[in-house]
T-cell receptor, first 116, second 112 residues
């Protein structure tokens, strides 16, 4: 266990559905991330929250909507997804300390999403 | 964007042999480097890290080497075991960035 918990582990949804992915960390970290992992592609950063404020949004389509209500919880709200959005969605957390002092990110087990 | 590339997408080694996984990065300002291991059905797990003021760091059966001159990072696994079979990713950070940049990964297969 890495201290980062994601639910659900697997999700199948239709293109007209609305669902949410949940991530929880109890490591005392101040930053949380959503990554998308597709086959044969590098991990793609989607969103970064630092101190509950979104600090990065890598041109992600609006059908993905993140929410960070507090430093321990992160959500990814999904609506009207496309089949190409099927992937493993990974949540991570880390402690950002500034220049030269960043620490490793701890990842959850991921949610395997299939859009049908 | 920033890129981290891996020289080989797959690597097969005999059990007991040493493994070397390589990684090239593009930005000389990179200040922190990490190796992750990802087993099937799991998220990436931290293996070892190194900061840019070092060129070598050792852990248990693993060694990371950093060559800043050629922007190259390697992971050496001693006495490779079947449990080492996984995909290995290198990642790095930049001083002004809030995230990790990842490579595509190398799949290591250990042959018993």
């Amino acid at each position: 266990e890495t201290g980062v918990t994601q639910t659900p582990r697997h999700l199948v949804m239709g293109m007209t559905n609305k669902k949410s992915l949940k991530c929880e960390q109890h490591l005392g970290h101040n930053a949380m991330y959503w990554y998308k992992q597709s086959a044969k592609k590098p991990l793609e950063l989607m969103f970064v929250y630092s101190l509950e404020e979104r600090v990065e949004n890598n041109s992600v389509p609006s059908r993905f909507s993140p929410e960070c209500p507090n430093s321990s919880h992160l959500f990814l709200h999904l609506h009207t997804l496309q089949p190409e959005d099927s992937a493993l969605y990974l949540c991570a957390s880390s402690h950002l300390q500034g220049q030269g002092a960043n620490t490793e990110a701890f990842f959850g087990q991921g949610t395997r999403l299939t859009v049908v | 964007g920033e890129s981290v590339g891996l020289h080989l997408p797959t690597l097969s080694v005999q059990e007991g042999d040493n493994s070397i996984i390589n990684c090239a990065y593009s930005n000389s300002a990179s200040d922190y480097f990490i190796w992750y291991k990802q087993e099937s059905g799991k998220g990436p797990q931290f293996i070892i890290d190194i900061r840019s003021n070092m060129d070598k760091r050792q852990g248990q059966r693993v060694t990371v080497l950093l060559n800043k001159t050629v922007k190259h990072l390697s992971l050496q696994i001693a006495a490779t075991q079947p449990g080492d079979s996984a995909v290995y990713f290198c990642a790095f950070t930049l001083p002004w960035a809030n995230n990790l940049f990842f490579g595509t990964g190398t799949r290591l297969t250990v042959i018993p």
